[in-house]
């Protein structure tokens, strides 16, 4: 097509970009595109095209005949680059445009019709309707003149003609429908061969059928009750069924005035066009219709492979039959297609790769029609029907030349004939499977409740599922058997790929019902899953209870600057920081540190700390009970639970170092912070904690500096803390509670590893669990994983986390204070090393949460 300039290749962008389409014909495959929505936006010409009674009524005395067909004469009519562009199509190896008319266009048949007009507009005898051009004359004489004069106008135009399909010099000749003869017009006895061969009916149900189709057509045949008479007789109660002489010849009649005018309507290119169509078991029929009246009749036997298609197969087929075999008339127009099959409807309406593979065939030999398939129930549709159920016996007609392939689906699955057999093998075997087999082959009941139970799950897209070469299909998925679902299972989760991803390439390729929820409990189940599964998302805050006072909680941590230790202490009430340099780290210098806090502040109902082991040290829990506050800790290595102190922390930390890049006072900046008003609230941490504003560098008043309460600091420090839940929680998610006894993963590292869940400590979302090491630990519900794991694979193998498990002598004092000895009575840590140049060698940070042994 690309060395015929009908095509090129397309690489700048476009406004519109259609399908391919491939029809496979005999000898050849054409290549169109899909331009249903380009359809919808193109603005038609409306160019008007004649009728066959104009036609006729331009040629009085007419005896001989040629028709001359034009060789695929859309692509002799050469599109503009702003059309040409319109008419891009996608495929495998790239984009291309059509540079010539392409079929499946609206108004191809209005553009070429129009342009054939004026080639042909000042010679004498010569007419067209579309691609088919007829030429007559009065006499032979007359007759080859004019279509020398024709001949020769084509070649000017450089109009090709296709020669097989060319009539040339006869008395008798067939257009678009009709035969024109030297006596006139006649019928086309192929319109109505369908009815004209109707057998006799042999019983009540078939009589009732071809009386119901010449009900419908009563108003265009006159005396049909007088005619009808002595068949209807048949069908009175307790009547005998007896087909004399008398109903053959009234059958006989009724047949003829049903293919005869004023029954018969000639076709007209102008008005709307109706394809009804129906399948029954083993036959086909089809009815054109224009204002409710016949144009054209078929019908034909099913092959035996097409009588083991499903209903819904049968029923696109005759669709395809309809429109094959009246395309003369369909092609180039817009039709509504009636049938009593409503899932065609919703067919139709889906993209091409979307519909079941057995479909797929049928539907890409629709794609040159302009088709609208509306449901029309079965009771309406009589002539269809009745010609469907009393069908002629042929099916070797050009027109249904090619069967339904069903041969491509298993190439197309990628695996190995061994693999294809066992797929075959299990399916044939599996019960469910073959039950769904039946109702595929012999056709769905109408209702649900009619269905197996074991069926019911694949009831709401039946029209999806189709059987081929003994496998089984939801549109191109293979329907997995239930022998080989765990084996597929596993497959799946070869490379361990998270739940999103599993489902994701199981939708893509496969199917079984309830396939989604297997494959979410085997990834939940699986233990290399959940050891280096990614870490939990935040939860949402869950706030401190706000104090009601000054210094009543308070939260504390340690802190390194510029090679120097520090203890932090911030009011949870006021957000006031005090601040004290300490000598070591020990349990006793922070305890000292924190006397002169309270004895200046008053003693805190509540200290809250991390876990380190100045805290978790025998001294320090003897300084809490001896100075009457309750001492709470945080979730081992997590942090955000001390989030008061740990924010703290880092807006104190950088004080200094702004101040020293600018030569400044650190201490002066810490008591700019204290006297800086809190967002929201109007009110400086010190006048929060001491009733007043203290005094600074900057110029202040004496009246300002007057100590003065506020009623609405407990109101709005509620809505300060709840403003920034609100903001927090926007990208968090709620984790699951755990339960006593639970199978968990505890997040150690980047690594998640077995544990199980002893108890719910006292603080929110903290728990203390045994690992499967007997080692027990308390942590945060954001490090912990639970699984439905049965049980948990055991190793010997050491791993990079060993140290932790060798470290975890402070969480077991936690756990149980009594039952574990204090390697040293005040909690200090090893001084740093100073090695041989001079170099201070430090505890890592990772091991700030636990006591060095």
């Known amino acids: 097509m690309e060395?015929?300039?009908?095509?090129?290749?397309?690489?700048?962008?476009?406004?519109?970009?259609?399908?391919?389409?491939?029809?496979?014909?005999?000898?050849?495959?054409?290549?169109?595109?899909?331009?249903?929505?380009?359809?919808?936006?193109?603005?038609?010409?409306?160019?008007?095209?004649?009728?066959?009674?104009?036609?006729?009524?331009?040629?009085?005395?007419a005896k001989v005949f040629s028709v001359l067909d034009a060789n695929q004469g859309f692509w002799q009519i050469k599109l503009d680059e702003d059309s040409s562009k319109l008419c891009t199509f996608n495929t495998p190896i790239g984009r291309y445009r059509f540079l010539r008319l392409p079929f499946g266009i609206s108004s191809a048949s209005e553009v070429f019709q129009r342009a054939v007009v004026q080639m042909i507009e000042d010679l004498d005898g010569v007419i067209n309707i579309v691609d088919d051009l007829l030429v007559w004359g009065e006499t032979v004489r007359e007759h080859d003149a004019r279509l020398k004069k024709l001949l020769q106008r084509a070649r000017e135009y450089n109009l090709k003609l296709n020669k097989k399909k060319c009539q040339i010099r006869t008395s008798q000749i067939k257009y678009i429908g009709h035969v024109l003869t030297a006596e006139g017009l006649k019928p086309d006895e192929e319109k109505v061969r369908a009815v004209v061969q109707l057998p006799p009916p042999e019983d009540k149900q078939a009589l009732q059928r071809f009386l119901g189709m010449l009900q419908y057509l009563a108003k265009f045949i006159p005396n049909l009750s007088e005619v009808s008479a002595p068949v209807r007789q048949l069908l009175e109660k307790d009547a005998e069924w007896f087909w004399g002489n008398e109903q053959e010849k009234s059958f006989q009649k009724l047949k003829a005035l049903a293919t005869n005018a004023p029954t018969l309507k000639y076709y007209n290119v102008n008005k709307p066009l109706t394809l009804s169509v129906d399948a029954s078991s083993e036959g086909m029929g089809a009815v054109l219709l224009q204002d409710q009246r016949p144009v054209a009749y078929g019908s034909r036997a099913?092959?035996?492979?097409?009588?083991?298609?499903?209903?819904?197969?049968?029923?696109?087929?005759?669709?395809?039959?309809?429109?094959?075999?009246?395309?003369?008339?369909?092609?180039?127009?817009?039709?509504?297609?009636?049938?009593?099959?409503k899932p065609l409807e919703s067919i139709f309406k889906k993209p091409l790769h979307q519909t079941p593979l057995r479909l797929q065939r049928m539907l890409l030999r629709l794609q040159r029609y302009n088709l609208k398939v509306m449901y029309k129930p079965g009771k309406e549709m009589h002539i269809a029907d009745a010609l469907s159920r009393a069908y002629l016996e042929e099916h070797n007609e050009d027109l249904l030349e090619e069967e339904l392939e069903v041969n491509c689906v298993t190439p197309q699955l990628p695996v190995s004939e061994k693999k294809l057999e066992e797929f075959r093998k299990t399916t044939a075997e599996d019960l469910e499977m073959q039950k769904l087999k039946d109702y595929i082959l012999k056709g769905w009941p109408t209702e649900k409740s009619s269905v197996h139970k074991d069926i019911h799950k694949y009831w709401t897209f039946k029209e999806e599922i189709s059987y081929a070469s003994g496998l089984m299909f939801k549109a191109s998925k293979l329907i997995i058997p239930s022998r080989m679902r765990k084996e597929m299972l596993d497959k799946i989760h070869e490379s361990h790929l998270g739940m999103v991803k599993s489902k994701e390439r199981a939708r893509d390729i496969i199917y079984w019902p309830g396939m989604s929820v297997e494959i979410e409990k085997m990834i939940s189940q699986c233990a290399t899953c959940n050891t280096h599964r990614n870490s939990h998302a935040k939860e949402p805050l869950i706030p401190h209870a706000l104090p009601e006072r000054p210094w009543a909680k308070?939260?504390?941590?340690?802190?390194?600057?510029?090679?120097?230790?520090?203890?932090?202490?911030?009011?949870?009430?006021?957000?006031?920081?005090?601040?004290?340099?300490?000598?070591?780290?020990?349990?006793?210098?922070?305890?000292?540190?924190?006397?002169?806090?309270?004895?200046?502040?008053?003693?805190?109902?509540?200290?809250?700390?991390?876990?380190?082991?100045?805290?978790?040290?025998?001294?320090?829990?003897?300084?809490?009970?001896?100075?009457?506050?309750?001492?709470?800790?945080?979730?081992p290595r997590y942090a955000q639970s001390n989030g008061q102190a740990e924010r703290m922390i880092q807006t104190i930390k950088r004080m200094p170092t702004k101040s020293q890049s600018e030569n400044g006072d650190p201490y002066i900046a810490l008591l700019e912070y204290r006297n800086t008003p809190l967002d929201g609230i109007g009110m400086s941490p010190a006048q929060l904690l001491m009733g007043r504003r203290l005094k600074t560098k900057l110029p202040t008043s004496s009246k300002l500096l007057t100590p003065k309460g506020s009623k609405k600091v407990q109101e709005q420090l509620k809505q300060r803390q709840l403003k920034q839940k609100m903001y927090y929680d926007k990208n968090t998610k709620q984790l699951p509670e755990i339960s006593p006894g639970d199978k968990v993963r505890v997040q150690q590292g980047q690594i998640w590893n077995p544990a199980t869940v002893l108890r719910k400590h006292d603080l929110p979302r903290s728990y203390v669990l045994r690992t499967s090491d007997g080692k027990i630990y308390r942590r945060n519900r954001k490090h912990l994983l639970k699984t439905k794991e049965q049980e948990f694979p055991s190793t010997n193998d050491k791993d990079d986390f060993d140290t932790e498990s060798n470290a975890s002598a402070t969480l077991e004092r936690e756990i149980n204070p009594d039952t574990h000895q204090e390697c040293s009575t005040d909690g200090q840590i090893k001084p740093n090393i100073i090695t041989r140049s001079g170099r201070e060698v430090k505890i890592p940070s990772r091991f700030r949460d636990y006591k060095i042994h």
């Open 302 to 341: 099913l092959t035996d492979c097409q009588r083991r298609y499903a209903q819904i197969e049968k029923e696109l087929l005759a669709i395809v039959y309809g429109c094959e075999k009246f395309h003369q008339y369909v092609y180039g127009r817009e039709v509504q297609v009636e049938s009593d099959h």
């Open 554 to 635: 308070v939260g504390t941590d340690l802190f390194q600057h510029n090679g120097s230790e520090y203890l932090m202490c911030v009011d949870y009430y006021s957000k006031f920081p005090e601040i004290a340099k300490l000598n070591d780290t020990t349990s006793k210098s922070v305890i000292l540190a924190l006397k002169s806090m309270f004895s200046r502040h008053g003693i805190a109902d509540v200290v809250i700390s991390d876990n380190g082991p100045q805290y978790a040290s025998q001294e320090f829990k003897r300084f809490a009970e001896n100075w009457e506050f309750e001492h709470k800790t945080s979730s």
């Open 3 to 61: 060395q015929m300039n009908v095509i090129a290749r397309q690489t700048d962008p476009t406004d519109w970009v259609s399908s391919m389409v491939t029809i496979v014909k005999p000898d050849k495959i054409r290549i169109c595109l899909d331009p249903q929505d380009l359809n919808k936006a193109i603005k038609r010409e409306h160019y008007p095209l004649l009728t066959v009674e104009e036609v006729v009524s331009n040629m009085p005395n």
